[in-house]
């Protein structure tokens, strides 16, 4: 049985249906979560040491990895985490954020969009096949640039969205997502949603009709990401 290492920065982003599929492919899950509040983004729990782990699972979050500020007490400390990760032939699947810190960690850069995507969109994607043009679920006010060596696999006219170096994936969507994830993000987020013209009721319809074949989809990337 294998081992994977989550980072899951709270409680309202979960691994969700990519874990799932680490657990059919017999991993067994090690969950690190960072924030136990996510109202406070002070971190001063140790992270733990990704050796002895097959693969390491970044999540999504909140928070910017542009703008460190918030998030100082822990930001650099994650980043490292995950290049000596990589450095050490471990694995790093990267989701939203979690692609994001990835980029960080290997040269790339992590800036403001220049607008946000939220909802389910289509990509466009150089192995559809196995990178699905989608539709896949984002909700990201940012962008990760594709670090040097790496190769980029699908984009979108505001970011790139997949790109692999090694053994390690960056996504910037969320294919771990689910119907019930995005109802509890449309909570959260109900004011952002209605400043876009964005109605939540129908964001959380169009979820749950896309739920089965996107899964499929998620099934698929991360059986490339471990194979």
Do not use: Y
């Amino acid at each position: 049985m294998g081992k994977a290492l989550v980072i899951e920065h709270d409680e309202t982003s979960p691994v969700a249906g990519v874990g799932e599929r680490l657990v059919e492919h017999g991993f067994e899950l090690h969950l690190f979560r960072v924030l136990d509040d996510p109202s406070s983004p002070v971190c001063v729990k140790e992270f733990p040491d990704p050796t002895g782990h097959d693969v390491v699972v970044v999540l999504g979050s909140q928070w910017s990895v542009w703008d460190s500020g918030p998030i100082k007490s822990w930001i650099d400390r994650e980043i490292d985490l995950v290049r000596n990760a990589h450095r050490d032939g471990i694995p790093v699947l990267g989701l939203c954020f979690g692609g994001q810190v990835l980029a960080a960690a290997l040269g790339g850069e992590v800036t403001r969009a220049e607008r946000p995507e939220i909802g389910w969109h289509k990509i466009d994607s150089d192995l559809p096949e196995i990178v699905s043009t989608g539709p896949w679920f984002e909700w990201h006010h940012d962008r990760f640039t594709v670090p040097d060596g790496a190769t980029e696999i699908a984009r979108s006219e505001v970011s790139s969205q997949v790109f692999r170096i090694g053994e390690s994936v960056g996504i910037q969507f969320h294919p771990e997502v689910t119907a019930d994830i995005v109802a509890s993000w449309t909570l959260e987020g109900r004011e952002e949603l209605e400043d876009l013209g964005i109605d939540p009721a129908s964001l959380i319809s169009e979820s749950v009709g896309h739920q089965v074949e996107s899964r499929r989809r998620a099934d698929r990337l991360v059986d490339w990401f471990l194979h």
